[in-house]
């Protein structure tokens, strides 16, 4: 590889196996002449394990240290290649780096992304849930599931909140969801639970019940919920409402989220009710 010009290099590095990174990384960490990461203990294991001994490695954090973006930006202005990089995975996805890249975009600064190990995407790509649309919500929290129907959902969940999130799950949408728990990936003891949430949750448990490392390590949960199925009569009603908060075309667009129903049968629905001046 040439030698490397100016910019900020986003470098995937694995996330569990080792071996999981890709030859230009390896290209681009060798030849960076700063090398910023998370935790400058946990990334020399990573740059030991490949003998590559950057000229400065350097913490950085976007939230606490606008000191230390303005060097980053200050030495990719004098002609610094800068690696950016974060305990695992791809850096900025729920990792640190957004305010940086902003800040070199800012400044008309070269961003260059060095793609490869994302948590997020291996657990999508082994779940077994649709993959044509997805959307991923980060680290996900028992409080916080307000999620699309017809779309699969992908997120980050903390060990301690695994038990927390299969039951508020299970509340809020029963077997309607169905879901896949993948955990440690790429590493030893990887693997996926499959089912609803109260099935995993079964599963989960009788496992733990054997082995209670089970419920530790790394996790991403990956789910899919099913468009909710109404009688016409409570259909109707529910169109009349989205209809009067938003009128008929976006009450259609609205519906069509949420329920799995024809867009011309909404649509004639819409403009029925539009019509009808019953409240
Ligand atoms: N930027 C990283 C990426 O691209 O995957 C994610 C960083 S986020 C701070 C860390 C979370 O990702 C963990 O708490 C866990 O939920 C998930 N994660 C990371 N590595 C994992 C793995 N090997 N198996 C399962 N989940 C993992």
Request: proline share 6%; with cysteine; aromatic share 6%.
């Amino acid at each position: 590889m040439a030698s490397l010009s100016f910019g900020l290099y986003l470098v995937a590095t694995p996330i569990g196996n080792l071996k999981d990174i890709t030859l230009r990384a390896l290209d681009v960490l060798r030849q960076a002449d700063i090398v910023a990461c998370e935790d400058t203990r946990t990334s020399r294991t990573l740059l030991n394990h490949y003998a590559i001994r950057p000229p400065r490695l350097m913490a950085y954090h976007d939230f606490s240290d606008e000191r230390q973006r303005q060097t980053v930006i200050q030495a990719i202005q004098g002609g610094a290649a800068v690696a950016l990089i974060s305990d695992a995975g791809t850096p900025l996805i729920a990792d640190p780096g957004y305010k940086l890249v902003q800040a070199c975009h800012d400044q008309g600064l070269p961003v260059i992304p060095i793609p490869g190990p994302c948590a997020a995407v291996a657990g999508l790509i082994m779940a077994g849930l649709p993959t044509n649309r997805f959307l991923f919500v980060g680290f996900i929290t028992p409080k916080d599931l307000d999620w699309p129907r017809e779309t699969t959902v992908v997120g980050y969940v903390s060990c301690h909140d695994i038990t927390k999130v299969l039951s508020a799950l299970q509340q809020r949408f029963g077997d309607q969801a169905q879901i896949a728990l993948c955990r440690e990936i790429t590493k030893l003891h990887e693997g996926t639970f499959r089912g609803t949430p109260q099935s995993v949750s079964e599963a989960l448990s009788l496992r733990a019940a054997q082995d209670p490392k089970i419920m530790g390590g790394e996790w991403v949960l990956v789910a899919h919920i099913a468009a909710q199925v109404l009688d016409p009569q409570t259909l109707e009603s529910e169109i009349k409402a989205l209809v009067q908060a938003h009128g008929v075309k976006q009450a259609v667009a609205l519906a069509q989220g949420l329920w799995d129903v024809p867009r011309k049968t909404l649509y004639a629905m819409a403009l029925k009710v539009a019509k009808d001046p019953s409240p």
